[in-house]
């Protein structure tokens, strides 16, 4: 499970069960102006570069002598072409040929409903409840000719599709489409970075509102519904709000005990929303009230290893260097070694676009380089089991002189949402 169903199904970590209305929350403080959607300039991805997107991958496909990819309902699916689709036991994907039209495949009676979404394109392929729907795909290799080759899937392609598109092309390999459909989505073009840096505006506008909100006793699921209600007044959809409170924050994704805010406890938020499609996903922490010592050194050691990060991540660097580089630091401190606690328990960062978590990551003995368009998540963190955490988190992109982040780092522990 990754952090987005986890959070979004664990209420220890504060997530909402439903979204409920901004102005719920919003009208409890009269003191403040009303939150303002900040979203209406962000300009969703056009039907030219999801075309060019398509263009793209054929190309890494003939390069592969790859005949056919295979993409289902996901992210996948949306980013070629548009179409946004729930994954059921019933397939609807879409095939793009190494040269050619591409064809969508889906059950008879959802064909209005998907070509409501499909950005471009007229080819849509159905089967009834009774009829084999791989048979399809057979059907259309032999349109183009083809009665044997290479057949690539995208890497979340479930099992049931692997195997029924094996029995129904049995003269075609089946092999994984992740050069390809990595080699389009690792590489953000400006009007993807766009959209994420309008999600971090929004992530971080909704922290900076909440941390004004927060109360001596409040649950995480009080602070979380906060977060949810700012991120919708500002025109970003919660994707999760996490919230771990006191000795809650030494586990990275929670635990069951109860929580309240306390006077000299720990807050950490983790948190994101998406604006057409493209996550932001940032974390803070700080203290209700006064810091100890041990928090403040703690919290200071964190945010230098966010610093390091950004001095090791240039182009050409392996991505698991910035890892090692921030992990060394730490051992140095004292913590560790390696993901050991008290000490940083996991990978230094994920990718990071329409998933909130992308390939590829940073962490260790990761040798893909690092290049321009690559966006990940900078997010070092100290945990003592029984005692507390601290995560920094801030967001990053790619540029040809090196990194550049979508939100500033925190200053303090004290100011956690300086100069945002």
Same mark, same amino acid.
């Not at 240039?314 to 008290?342: C, H, L, S």
């Given at each position: ?59 890494? /496909? ?5 005949? /056919? ?35 969508? #495949? ?100 909704? !922290? ?73 996903? #940032? ?51 004292? !913590? ?33 380089? #690092?290049?321009?368009? /690559? ?46």
């Amino acid at each position: 499970m990754n952090k987005r169903d986890f959070l979004k199904n664990s209420t220890v970590l504060g997530v909402t069960g439903s979204i409920v209305s901004p102005s719920s929350v919003l009208a409890q403080n009269s003191d403040r102006p009303p939150l303002k959607d900040i979203t209406d300039d962000a300009t969703s991805i056009t039907v030219d570069e999801r075309k060019a997107r398509v263009s793209k991958a054929q190309k890494i /496909m003939r390069k592969m002598n790859i005949d /056919m990819l295979l993409i289902e309902a996901g992210s996948a699916l949306i980013y070629f072409t548009g179409v946004r689709w729930r994954r059921s036991e019933r397939f609807t994907g879409v095939l793009i040929p190494a040269n050619g039209d591409i064809t969508f #495949i889906t059950p008879f009676f959802e064909e209005p409903s998907v070509r409501e979404s499909m950005a471009f394109g007229e080819n849509v392929l159905t089967w009834h409840e009774h009829e084999n729907p791989f048979d399809l795909v057979s059907n259309i290799l032999n349109n183009l000719g083809l009665n044997k080759g290479r057949i690539a899937v995208e890497e979340t392609v479930r099992h049931f599709i692997v195997y029924g598109t094996q029995l129904a092309a049995k003269n075609f390999q089946v092999v994984s489409g992740q050069d390809i459909t990595r080699g389009c989505r690792m590489y953000k073009s400006p009007a993807e970075i766009a959209l994420m840096q309008k999600a971090n505006d929004v992530t971080i506008q909704a !922290y900076q509102y909440v941390y004004q909100q927060i109360e001596e006793g409040m649950s995480p699921a009080d602070i979380a519904t906060l977060m949810d209600d700012a991120t919708l007044a500002l025109g970003g959809r919660p994707v999760f709000s996490g919230v771990l409170l006191n000795e809650a924050s030494a586990y990275p994704h929670g635990t069951e005990q109860p929580q309240q805010v306390k006077k000299g406890g720990i807050i950490l938020m983790d948190c994101g929303c998406s604006v057409h499609d493209y996550q932001s996903d #940032i974390s803070r922490t700080w203290v209700y009230g006064e810091p100890t010592k041990k928090h403040r050194k703690v919290w200071e050691t964190v945010k230098r290893g966010q610093e390091l990060a950004l001095e090791s991540a240039t182009i050409g660097v392996p991505a698991g260097k910035v890892d090692d580089t921030v992990r060394a630091y730490y051992e140095k401190q004292g !913590y560790g070694p390696g993901y050991q606690t008290p000490g940083l328990s996991h990978r230094l960062g994920h990718g990071i676009g329409m998933d909130g978590h992308e390939p590829v990551n940073f962490v260790h003995g990761e040798a893909t380089e #690092i290049s321009p368009g /690559m966006c990940f998540s900078n997010e070092p963190g100290i945990y003592i089991f029984g005692e507390f955490g601290v995560r920094l988190e801030d967001c990053l992109y790619m540029t040809q002189n090196g990194p550049k982040l979508f939100t500033n780092l925190s200053l303090s522990i004290d100011e956690p949402f300086y100069g945002n």
